[in-house]
């Protein structure tokens, strides 16, 4: 596999994402790295490269695609768009020192808001179709069905808030939705402090930027939450069913259209997922054998609220995604100072195109 | 060629060190004048002395330029990425012990876990506008036991002195810093979070995984070994 091969086929890939509609775009390899900082926290400095420029600040070596072009989408696109561009990524390899630094993605972005269900299958029915002939196994999962299940359970906003914030991590949405639910022990430290008839009468100057007002706010709201009565068993039965759902797309959504009896509020995501097969299905895609999990994605795709999905080698485990996508509506929101619009898309990795069409 | 040993070139640290060697048989020394950094090793043939600053141990070692090295447990962690491919510790030398924890404000009367700590980032977060910033010079050790204990919302501010003034002189909202006994904590009025430490460090012995050895070398770290008893 040579640099040139896997440059001629990103083009080709890039070419047939134009047929399908797509302008090709273009964009910086150093973006402003408080950008990405911000939407990810600090764990994106093990997976990007960061660069110091003396006047501009922290740099980041674009790590993806996606932010700077919603960016450039929700400063100057007009509507509806579908963008696609070719380019190197630059991904730092901790754990993974075998697998390249940088890489080219090819990618596909539809901002429409028309109708989000036909535009998720216009997105995955397309990289089905490229990459049809090399038999990958496909994955797809839906983000909005996990956040609709969180968001309807019986418990203060404070709770929902903090499960939300932590719906990317497995172990301390875990940690926090056992505490909720009464099923472990409030820790010594906290009990003390909500015993405590003047917490705050210590002798210990204030110092920092955090005030004595803000510690106070914050004892007031866990007083608050300690007062709260436990989710319910039933509750969380019902949460943990819904993250359960793991099956082929057709007895997938029979068994959410059934939880989404005693859990209505999952009701609107789930006949959205419906819908989707049903255009998945018009534009040919064999739904029936289709795999689908509800948390797929959920500890890698952090910037996806509703469909996901990936394209694997079966017969390569060790290999990443060939390729990947998703919707994110909440993106746009935050990049987008007020503005918002349904956006999907996804990447192709052409190198990993190249290695295993080699191996065929 | 002779077997390559890396030593901290000054302070309680080189001198701990050539105790420990001491006691055991073989005699490490500072050769010149107090400035050079020269030395010599007695009791076993075919060894140098190489005189290094500690923070450098860990990288000579991977690099495969010093078969040995005697250094913190603290700074192979932080600076080798897969560490335990690249060295491997002989032994524990008992002295230089500090544990690498993660503290904040006394006057945080909320926050004692690592759950408090991600309670009071979110917070903060949303009154100032700006991720909480926690000072150190351990920013792996610390971006992985705080993705761990799932901590958000916060940002790691570089920091390689005089840490513990950084809250006061709001430069940061918390620090994560080596510790032995508290007392700079203490003076600095931060409190450490009742959590396991990150790390409990001490100057260990470490052999290079990447350091070729010639028959001569191999020889002289056989006879080394034997004599210290690792």
New interface residues.
């Given amino acids: 596999m040579t640099t040139s091969q896997v440059k001629s086929r990103a083009a080709d890939l890039r070419g047939r994402f134009e047929t399908a509609g797509a302008v090709p775009v273009d964009c910086g390899i150093l973006q402003p790295a408080e950008t990405l900082?911000?939407l990810y926290?600090?764990?994106i400095?093990?997976r990007a490269y960061v660069t110091h420029d003396p006047a501009r600040g922290e740099q980041m070596l674009r790590p993806d695609f996606t932010v700077p072009v919603v960016q450039m989408h929700m400063e100057s696109g007009a509507e509806p768009a579908r963008y696609t561009y070719a380019g190197e990524v630059f991904r730092r390899q901790?754990d993974h020192?075998e697998r390249p630094s940088e890489y080219l993605q090819v990618g596909f972005e539809v901002f429409d808001r028309t109708n989000p269900a036909e535009a998720d299958a216009e997105v995955f029915a397309l990289f089905n179709e490229v990459l049809g002939p090399l038999g990958l196994r496909a994955a797809t999962g839906d983000i909005g069905i996990l956040t609709a299940a969180v968001q309807g359970l019986q418990t203060s906003d404070a709770r929902r808030a903090?499960l939300m914030?932590?719906l990317w991590?497995p172990?301390?949405f875990r940690?926090l939705l056992d505490r909720f639910a009464g099923r472990t022990a409030v820790?010594a430290?906290?009990a003390a402090?909500l015993a405590a008839k003047a917490?705050?009468k210590?002798d210990?100057?204030?110092?920092?930027?955090?005030s004595?007002a803000?510690?106070a706010?914050?004892?007031e709201?866990?007083r608050q939450d300690a007062a709260e009565p436990p989710i319910s068993d039933e509750q969380v039965a019902l949460l943990d069913a819904v993250m359960g759902v793991k099956e082929t797309c057709p007895f997938a959504l029979e068994h959410l259209r059934d939880l989404a009896v005693d859990l209505p509020v999952i009701a609107h995501a789930v006949e959205r997922f419906s819908d989707r097969c049903e255009a998945l299905d018009k534009r040919g895609v064999d739904v029936a054998a289709l795999e689908f999990e509800t948390t797929y994605g959920r500890t890698f795709m952090e910037y996806y609220d509703g469909f996901v999905f990936g394209f694997y080698a079966g017969t390569r485990p060790d290999l990443p995604p060939v390729a990947s996508g998703g919707r994110y509506d909440a993106l746009t929101r935050v990049l987008g100072k007020g503005a918002e619009i349904p956006a999907v898309g996804g990447v192709i990795r052409p190198h990993l195109v190249v290695e295993l069409e080699g191996a065929a | 060629m002779s077997l390559k040993l890396g030593v901290p070139s000054k302070g309680r640290l080189m001198e701990k060190t050539f105790d420990w060697f001491g006691e055991r048989g073989v005699r490490l020394s500072r050769t010149g004048s107090d400035r050079e950094y020269a030395g010599a090793v007695e009791g076993v043939e075919g060894i140098s002395l190489v005189l290094l600053s500690a923070g450098e141990i860990p990288r000579e070692l991977a690099a495969g330029r010093i078969h040995l090295g005697v250094t913190g447990t603290d700074l192979v962690r932080e600076k080798l990425?897969?560490w335990d491919q690249k060295v491997k510790p002989l032994a524990e030398l008992g002295f230089g012990h500090a544990d690498l924890i993660v503290a904040v404000?006394?006057?945080?009367?909320?926050v004692?876990?690592l759950?408090?700590l991600?309670?009071?980032a979110?917070?903060?977060r949303a009154?100032?506008g700006f991720?909480?910033r926690i000072a150190t010079k351990y920013?792996?050790l610390i971006?992985d036991y705080?993705?761990q204990g799932?901590v958000?919302?916060?940002?790691?501010v570089d920091s390689q002195g005089a840490t513990e003034g950084t809250?006061?002189n709001?430069t940061a909202?918390a620090i994560a810093d080596i510790t032995s006994t508290g007392e700079t904590l203490r003076a600095n009025?931060l409190k450490i979070l009742?959590e396991e430490p990150v790390l409990r460090s001490q100057a260990t012995l470490f052999k290079s995984r990447i350091a070729d050895l010639e028959p001569s070398e191999r020889a002289a770290m056989t006879a080394l070994c034997q004599t210290l008893g690792v």
């Fill in positions: 900082l911000d926290g600090e764990d400095r093990t901790e020192p903090a914030r932590h991590r172990r301390r940690g820790p430290s906290r402090l917490p705050q210590i210990a100057p204030s110092i920092g930027l955090r004595d803000e510690v706010s914050r004892i709201a866990l | 990425v897969q404000p006394t006057c945080w009367v909320d004692d876990t759950d408090d991600d309670g009071a979110a917070a903060f009154q100032h991720r909480m920013h792996r971006r705080l993705r799932g958000a919302d916060y940002q790691l809250v006061k709001l909202e009025h009742q």
